[in-house]
């Protein structure tokens, strides 16, 4: 999963369309922006291409 907002600070616009449902920990039912695919990733030396899920975030605000 990656933030829109990353996505944005790495200039990628455009994602693939997707119909699924993200159920997080609290419950709450998300619905993607879209699928960033084949993100270069280095892992070891090596660049394997990887797809994240891109998720709009809003910062919530901590309990004390």
Do not use: C, W
């Not at 797809?51 to 709009?56: G, K, M, P, R, Y």
Request: no cysteine; hydrophobic share 40%; proline share 6%.
């Amino acid at each position: 999963m990656m933030p829109l907002t990353v996505t944005n600070r790495l200039r990628y616009y455009t994602f693939k369309q997707t119909k699924i449902s993200l159920v997080l920990a609290d419950r709450s039912v998300r619905h993607p922006v879209g699928i960033l695919a084949d993100v270069p990733i280095m892992i070891g030396g090596s660049q394997i291409p990887t797809d994240f899920v891109v998720l709009e975030v809003h910062k919530e605000h901590k309990d004390h």
